[in-house]
């Protein structure tokens, strides 16, 4: 789909800053370029849409010599998403969206529809931000925009420059989930930059680390993190590779989904009774209709006749697609050794246990270590 032959890029003032890289992407490849500051990350990517000319080398998309497409053509079909800066400001939010779907000359109702459609598959309801300017969004939603318009005439390749960087740590995490879970569907070929190496875990199949302008490695995250090819890759990983594995297993595939529970009007004797006998510290609580309503801990079960009155209800949740690292954290962070794992109404999916995340690391390790 995208093929970087010796990709050589040396700016007019003689800096030398992409050297010979060689890289294919296949289709519907995640692909994440890699790398410190500086180390040509940016001029690789604008290099494949022609925003930076090449110095040697070729790039061919779809097997084509991408400077024999016309330019505007080629923009057109790959899409293209920065950090926040890239939303034209005297635009509307629809008018934003359909820049690309303008130049391609779709008709007005068509655009419509499109830019609606793309408003909802980034969580956006388009009554309500259709026609809202970018100044009165919120970071996370600008950034839910430029995504969106990135996708704006359904372009089979997707270039995305640290397009959550700007954003505090817990809004990037749910982007970058949401965006996950759109891949899904969309099933688009993406370069993707970062300078994260956990983003870059995440997100990619393939990350492609650099360095001053090199490729150092191309590999998938686990080998990246395994099978470092040399001293560089290794210290970019650092010494702790199991915490950043755990980027690469999600909620879903560790979950105990039929734990034991308990209802808020259970008797709180009963409860212990069953603590004791299945040897469990905590105990979830749910409503009648199957919702996530807190968590009882045994030590804490004299202070009531029922439930409810122990119950600790502000416990933080994990959803099937949260990666272990970030549930991991959750968990640090309710003092909890367990984590409650919900649906999008707040339903009990199940739970996962902190002897689980344990298992799961040594089993990564291992697996490290055999291949
Ligand atoms: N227009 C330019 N002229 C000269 N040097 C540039 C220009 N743009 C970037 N560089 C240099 O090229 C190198 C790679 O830059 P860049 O691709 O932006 O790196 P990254 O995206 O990985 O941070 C850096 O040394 C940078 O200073
Ligand atoms: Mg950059």
């Not at 050297?19 to 990350?41: A, D, H, R």
């Not at 010599?65 to 635009?91: C, K, S, W």
């Not at 939010?93 to 359909?98: A, D, F, W």
């Not at 560089?232 to 297993?249: C, S, T, Y």
Request: glycine share 8%; aromatic share 6%; with cysteine.
């Amino acid at each position: 789909m995208i093929k970087l032959e010796r990709v050589t890029k040396i700016y007019p003032d003689g800096t030398e800053a992409v050297k010979e890289v060689s890289l294919e992407v296949k289709e519907g490849e995640f692909c994440v370029l890699l790398g410190p500051s500086g180390c040509g990350k940016t001029t690789t990517m604008k290099m494949i849409n022609r925003l930076i000319p090449i110095t040697r080398g070729k790039i061919y998309i779809d097997g084509v010599d991408n400077t024999e497409v016309d330019e505007d053509e080629l923009r057109r079909n790959i899409g293209y998403a920065i950090q926040e800066i890239g939303l034209f400001p005297h635009m509307t939010v629809g008018r934003n969206i359909e820049t690309v779907s303008v130049l391609k000359g779709w008709p007005k109702a068509k655009r419509k529809r499109r830019a609606e459609e793309l408003l909802e598959l980034v969580g956006m309801a388009p009554g309500e931000f259709t026609d809202k300017y970018p100044s009165e969004l919120s970071g996370g939603q600008r950034q839910r925009v430029g995504v969106a318009r990135a996708l704006g005439a359904d372009p089979p390749i997707l270039l995305m420059d640290e397009p959550f960087g700007a954003i505090d740590p817990i809004t990037r995490v749910r982007l970058q989930d949401e965006f996950l879970k759109i891949q899904q569907e969309i099933k688009k070929t993406i370069i993707f930059v970062t300078h994260d190496i956990y983003e870059a875990i995440k997100m990619g199949n393939k990350i492609a680390l650099m360095d001053e302008g090199r490729l150092v490695q191309y590999d998938t995250p686990a080998n990246l993190l395994y099978k470092p090819n040399n001293k560089f890759v290794e210290d970019f990983v650092g010494a702790d590779r199991a915490l950043k594995a755990l980027q690469l297993i999600r909620v879903k595939e560790v979950i105990c989904s039929s734990p034991s529970i308990a209802k808020a009007d259970d008797r709180a004797i009963a409860a212990k009774e069953r603590m004791e006998q299945e040897g469990i510290n905590h105990l979830v609580v749910v409503s009648d209709d199957g919702k996530f309503l807190g968590w009882i801990d045994k030590a804490e079960l004299g202070r009531g006749e029922i439930v409810r009155e122990t119950m600790k209800s502000s416990a933080p949740t994990a959803t099937v697609d949260t990666v272990l690292n970030e549930a991991l954290s959750l968990m640090l962070s309710s003092g909890l050794d367990t984590l409650a794992v919900v649906d999008g109404d707040n339903r009990l999916q199940g739970v996962l246990s902190f002897g689980t995340i344990q298992k799961a690391l040594s089993e990564i390790a291992q697996r490290g270590e055999s291949e």
